[in-house]
């Protein structure tokens, strides 16, 4: 889809040139149980130098002639209490819409870099961690697991990556999975993806990191806070970047919610919480980074968490 539309998105986190829109031989048919040998490949392909050269994937086009704005599926209002425990950091600025996160809190070890091989390169995207019956899923955004009609390899997820390092360790993806609609045929109004990990070191991965609530089907016009990991000019991907403020619904092309926000890519799949708590650094996901438009750099835009999105999770933690 994404390659035959013609006009004006910047997603935040897809590196795309006309000359590379095509599904490259040998990607993965869909999404489905990693197998165990390619699990190690992955976890053994990303060496800290091959974090840092691993670039966002930042430029996805879009036709406004060919984006509906639906109306998203709605379902029974539900919010998943968060499961990371609680630890004490200092109040930042609200609003805020471009700045590293320095308070700590359960934040900085639920959320986390995505690294995978897309089209035979090395990409980045941001991630997060959530309680999960599992406790092994991990929210990003569906470009982030899919794109083009390829699902993306070697797909890993760092939680709580700086400047190199990996302090909770890197948790090897064995299933990806996305909506139906951003499967079917990339729609951005449904850009959601998640991601179920394995085990590491006979640990499960909310088990270490905790996971954060969620929530869904709770409306339009609320007090967020985005974060993610941008790669791309101004930002260099190494260090973890927050913006906050009052939401709106998307008036342009989508059925998405707005934030003013300067990230960049690599924010992409970063997760956006209602209810956020600076105290403690927890909170309720309720969308992802997904785009930009290239006429409006100063706002990002991030899926409606409605039935569609719901249902994503409730297969991945029972994967």
Known sequence: MIGRLRAALVGAAALL??????????AAPGP????????????????SERMRQATP?????????????????????????PTAPASPVGVLAFPQRGGEWTGGGAVV?????VFFTYQGRTASCSGNAVTSANKSTVLTAGHC????????????????????????????ASKTLSTPQWTASEDINYDVGAAVVAPLNGQSLTDVVGGQGLAFNTGYNKAMYAFGFPAADPYDGEKFIYCSGTTYRDFLLSSDHGLTCDMT???????????????????????????????????????????????????????
């Open 265 to 319: 890519g690599g924010s992409s799949g970063g997760p956006w919480f209602t209810q956020f708590d600076e105290a403690t650094g927890t909170g309720l996901q309720s969308s992802v980074n997904s785009f930009k438009y290239n006429f409006l750099p100063t706002a990002m835009y991030g899926p409606y968490f409605g039935a569609d999105a719901q249902n994503l999770y409730q297969a991945a933690q029972a994967s």
């Open 145 to 172: 697991v899919k794109l083009e009609g390829a699902w993306h390899t070697n797909w890993v997820f760092v939680p709580g990556y700086h400047d190199g390092q990996t302090p909770y360790g890197t948790w090897t």
């Open 17 to 26: 040139t006309a000359g590379v829109l095509t599904t490259p031989a040998g």
């Open 109 to 113: 070890k639920t959320a986390g870099r």
């Open 32 to 47: 489905g149980t990693v197998p165990l040998a390619a699990q190690e490949r992955a976890q053994a392909f990303w060496t």
């Open 57 to 81: 994937l930042d430029v996805l086009s879009v036709d406004r002639s060919e984006v509906a704005a639906t109306e998203p599926r709605k379902g029974k209002r539900t919010l998943v209490a």
